[in-house]
């Protein structure tokens, strides 16, 4: 049956060509009125040659359509990576500005300084939240040795716990294995500045009688023998008193930001802190 179908459809393309073919050589006839079998072949061929050409027209809009759309979609694409990069480079130029302003204020901060310092950055920040420890990129190589300061403009961030031969293990001053000797500026109260957590440190044995105020500075006294007499520590944010306890508790808030430490200074023995490097 299968040739069958195909016999009746190449009778019925065959009809309509020669259908076709009659009418367009009615061109070459002189004009005259269309006879009985002219007027049906017209009328039966027009509507479909009609909708032959509408239906040529969509096509060639629908395509044409889709042609423009898929070139908007690439244009669109591409203007889409552009804006990426566009926006990636705007960050790393604010971020470059953001360590511009930091390495200026250290180096300005580095200027004051009375002998010598070493500059290093942040390798490694402990999150743990068992040790308030960084590790920086200078070690025994570049001359670092264990207890040596590290400050930044801001004021002290800890000491240096131990050292290999590129790197060093920096003890923050909210450790609780901390302790710095400190006084109040505003009247030279005396006591230990030790660490409590991660947001803040405790001055220890102040007597209880002794005048210590919220937001008094304290600074490193420099009688511990490892810092520099008047580096900025932080500054009091809450006191307690117990009737039947000798001292105070005073909690003290680092004024340096740890946790967002990127770069700092080492400060090598023997080095001199004028006041006016630290604000005092």
């Known amino acids: 049956m299968g040739w069958l179908r195909r016999l009746k ?10 259908a076709f073919f009659y009418v367009s050589s009615l061109n070459f006839r002189p004009p005259e009125r269309m ?25 060639e809009s629908t395509v044409g359509e889709y042609i423009w759309l898929r070139r908007v979609r690439e244009e669109n ?11 990636r480079k705007l960050i790393e130029y604010q971020e470059a500005y953001i360590e511009n302003l930091r390495l200026r204020r250290l180096l300005d901060f580095r200027s004051t300084i009375q002998g010598e310092a070493a500059a290093a950055q942040v390798v490694v920040h402990d999150m743990t ?14 001359d670092i040795a264990p207890d040596m300061p590290v400050v930044n403009d801001e004021g002290v961030i ?5 050292v290999s031969d590129h790197y060093a293990r920096v003890l923050m001053i909210t450790d609780p294995g901390s ?8 009247n030279r109260v005396r006591g230990i500045l030790g660490g409590k957590d991660a947001n803040g440190c405790l001055l220890k ?15 490193t006294s420099g009688k511990d023998g490892l810092f520099p007499k008047g580096l900025r520590l932080g500054v009091v944010q809450g006191i307690f008193k117990d009737p039947v306890d ?32 630290m604000g005092n």
Do not use: C, H
Not at 129 to 142: E, H
């Open 246 to 277: 000798l001292f105070q508790k005073i909690e003290v808030k680092p004024l340096v930001r740890l946790s967002a430490l990127e770069e700092l200074l080492i400060i090598k023995k023997g080095t001199v802190i004028p006041d006016v490097a």
């Open 205 to 219: 044995y102040v007597r209880g009688n002794l005048d210590v105020q919220v937001g008094d500075l304290i600074i």
């Open 158 to 162: 800890g000491r240096i716990l131990d």
């Open 35 to 59: 006879d009985l079998l002219q007027r049906f072949v017209m009328e039966t061929v027009g509507p479909v040659v009609k909708s032959f050409g509408n239906i040529s027209g969509l096509i």
């Open 179 to 186: 302790a710095v000797d400190a006084i109040v500026q505003r």
């Open 9 to 18: 459809g190449a009778f019925f393309i065959a009809l309509f060509l020669a």
């Open 129 to 142: 939240g068992w040790f308030q420890t960084l590790i920086v990129d200078k070690g025994f190589r570049d």
């Open 77 to 87: 694409e591409g203007l889409r990576e552009r804006v990426a990069g566009l926006e």
